[in-house]
């Protein structure tokens, strides 16, 4: 009988030693982001507070594992890095959230958290990210590095400081900030467009190119040179999840016919373009699930009709002198480019 209660205590003991080996060794290896407490942008629209926290995004950790550099002209740095440099919430969108990080030895980063890609392979995810980190067009944000883990991915890329196109057309204006004039925002639509063209070439069997075109996705350089960001992802992102939030599937065609094609990346941009002209948020980007009937290209062709074109536009660059002509036949495409019947686009 003692034999008996003896080998239970022992038991017991060693599980117990086991267990506690277990959650130690566990909590050495999720190495977490260091946030000091700030006030966020989200967006570049809204605002809220984050207290002082140990985590990263949605307040899970993030396992300890490597760091992939996709291209070969920048400095490196390893996880630990990240990991160790203050860090700062500064967007929240349908696909991830993205977190600012000071290198203490190095310029300021983006980090963006993806938890959709849950069924892309390892290989399958490293290979696209090596193909996207060898697209050298001054209208991309380069991807600079990447990190694996099933349940979740990090992208890192360049922080731009100058924030996204959707932040300087529908957010309060800071003092000091200039408004968008007309030849800025020629300027931009022109960059947006150079930029979607070369992803179709770089992507010529990919029926959405970029998949997630959209205002708070272009970032503007200190010159207002755009960089398209979140191209090209439609392959790892989740499909039921990129059916429900990205601006490809708000398309008539998915609406209305569950398909998207090539033409399809054309009416993100044209929506885009619209957004520019009028300085109103498309409805659609809110959207869950299908766009639905009810948006930008609706109200601008029904205005249009009735013959108050000058009603479409935003009063801001309105200020433009000698610009009306300029001003309209970019209508015209953006126009086209939202066309319901895609041979049209």
Request: glycine fraction near 6%; include cysteine.
């Amino acid at each position: 009988m003692m034999i008996i209660v003896v080998a239970v205590v022992a038991v017991v003991a060693l599980s117990t030693i086991v267990a506690f080996s277990c959650i130690c060794c566990r909590t050495a290896k999720t190495p977490k982001f260091n946030y000091s407490k700030k006030k966020i942008a989200m967006n570049g629209v809204g605002k809220r507070e984050i207290q002082s926290s140990d985590q990263f995004g949605d307040g899970k950790t993030v396992d300890n594992g490597q760091l992939h550099f996709v291209r070969c002209d920048r400095g490196r740095f390893d996880l630990q890095d990240l990991l160790k440099a203050s860090a700062e919430v500064v967007g929240s969108g349908t696909l991830g959230s993205s977190c600012k990080t000071v290198l203490s030895d190095g310029p300021s980063m983006v980090v963006k958290r993806f938890r959709h890609m849950s069924t892309v392979g390892n290989e399958e995810f490293h290979e696209h990210m090596r193909k996207l980190g060898a697209l050298p067009h001054p209208n991309l944000l380069p991807l600079v590095a990447c990190y694996y883990r099933k349940e979740e991915k990090l992208l890192v890329s360049d922080l731009i400081e100058n924030g996204s196109l959707a932040s300087r057309l529908h957010a309060k204006r800071a003092p000091g900030k200039p408004w968008l004039d007309w030849p800025t925002r020629l300027k931009i639509v022109k960059g947006v467009a150079r930029g979607l063209v070369y992803l179709y070439k770089e992507f010529p069997t990919l029926a959405l190119p970029h998949g997630h075109l959209k205002s708070s996705n272009v970032l503007l350089d200190d010159q207002f040179e755009p960089l398209l960001t979140d191209y090209a992802l439609v392959p790892l992102v989740n499909r039921d999840h990129a059916q429900q939030v990205m601006v490809a599937y708000k398309s008539p065609e998915f609406t209305h016919s569950d398909r998207t094609t090539r033409k399809t990346d054309v009416w993100s941009l044209g929506i885009l373009i619209l957004e520019i002209l009028t300085g109103k948020f498309p409805e659609n980007y809110l959207m869950q699930g299908r766009g639905g009937d009810a948006d930008l290209a609706t109200w601008v062709n029904s205005v249009v009709r009735e013959e108050w074109t000058g009603e479409v536009f935003d009063m801001d660059i309105m200020r433009t002198k000698n610009c009306e002509k300029e001003m309209l036949k970019l209508l015209k495409t953006g126009m086209c480019c939202c066309e319901w019947n895609m041979e049209n686009r």
